[in-house]
């Protein structure tokens, strides 16, 4: 069974420097590089190297940061049917500052994947309709992000939204919503909760599956993660590890956790396997660099036993 991602791709401009700049502040002796990125991509990619059937729609401006996308998309075997091209909107691009302690700051120009609206992405709807998974995030018009979840609810497609960049929703959207993974910014924006820790990220959750979500999972950093359903919550521990470069790590979590539901695995299974290719990817510099292959996830998951769950209720 297939899975549909839906959104943006960007090239990143990426700095490594020994703090991120504060307002006014000029930092010197950085290094740069350039990094494909965009939250809808590395979800994609992820998805597809944890072994994924993926499709992904995104739309890529008519310049040569598209023109690399496309190359860099058939080498990651991601179907060229799904990339579409705004003539007359540049191709997304980020810049993103990270410092020495692995903390990264992102301003994204959103270009052509600000005009990524539903009626483009119809013509697919009768194959998304068979798909056994969408997974969808905020980086494209929410308008077109509405009408995606509406549609999955219609036809009863299971979806994973990722609220990221955060924005309010309304409970007439939770409710048409399988699956919520925000991370603690994002929760505190739905919720009106202050998540610092997994206490507090319990009660958000609780909050969120009550205005209508099936699932809501809090993806919490090196503190992993929490699940709510309205009958049980589980709580996930992950291992300390020494981050280097936090970009994309919510994005690897969520693109391994489509490729293990779709696959078959029990939630808590798919979870912890998300869980470890998100803390393998923070070793690792770069967004989509940082994507780590399912047999090294496999066997980073296996190698440490700190990646535990229970349920408190």
């Known amino acids: 069974m297939s899975l549909f991602v839906i959104g943006s791709s960007n090239t990143d401009l990426v700095l490594y420097m020994n703090h991120i700049p504060k307002i006014g502040e000029t930092v010197v002796g950085a290094e740069s590089t350039v990094i494909f990125g965009g939250k809808g991509a590395n979800q994609a990619v992820s998805s597809k190297r944890a072994g994924a059937d993926t499709k992904f729609i995104t739309q890529l401006g008519n310049d040569g940061f598209g023109d690399e996308l496309k190359k860099h998309f058939k ?3 991601l179907p060229g049917k799904y990339i579409l091209t705004d003539k007359f909107k540049p191709s997304g691009v980020a810049h993103i ?3 020495k302690k692995g903390e990264n700051s992102i301003a994204v120009a959103s270009g052509s994947n600000g005009t990524l609206s539903f009626k483009k992405i119809e013509p697919f709807l009768s194959e998304i309709e068979k798909a056994k998974l969408v997974l969808i995030q905020f980086e494209i018009p929410f308008d077109t992000v509405k ?3 509406n549609f999955c609810n219609l036809k009863k497609i299971k979806l994973i939204v990722n609220p990221a960049p955060a924005l309010e929703l309304s409970e007439n959207i939770l409710k048409n919503i399988w699956m919520l993974t925000p991370n603690e910014s994002e929760s505190e924006i739905l919720t009106n909760i202050k998540v610092t820790d997994q206490e507090s990220a319990v009660l958000a959750g609780k909050k969120i599956v ?4 099936q699932n809501c999972i809090i993806t919490l950093g ?3 993660s929490v699940w709510c359903t309205k009958k049980s919550t589980y709580i996930f521990k ?3 590890i020494n981050a280097i470069d936090t970009t994309a790590a919510g994005d690897v979590f969520n693109g391994y956790l489509a490729q293990g539901i779709i ?3 029990s939630l808590t299974e798919a979870i912890l396997f998300s869980h470890a290719a998100s803390c393998l990817s923070v070793t690792i510099k770069g967004a989509q660099t940082s994507i780590p292959s399912k047999e090294d996830a496999l066997s980073f998951l296996k190698k440490n036993k700190g990646f535990t769950f229970k349920k408190i209720k």
């Open 210 to 213: 009550s205005k209508g979500v």
């Open 238 to 240: 992950v291992p300390k």
């Open 75 to 77: 080498k990651e075997n």
């Open 97 to 99: 500052f990270v410092s």
């Open 222 to 224: 090196k503190n992993g």
């Open 147 to 149: 009408k995606i979840i």
């Open 263 to 265: 696959n078959g695995s």
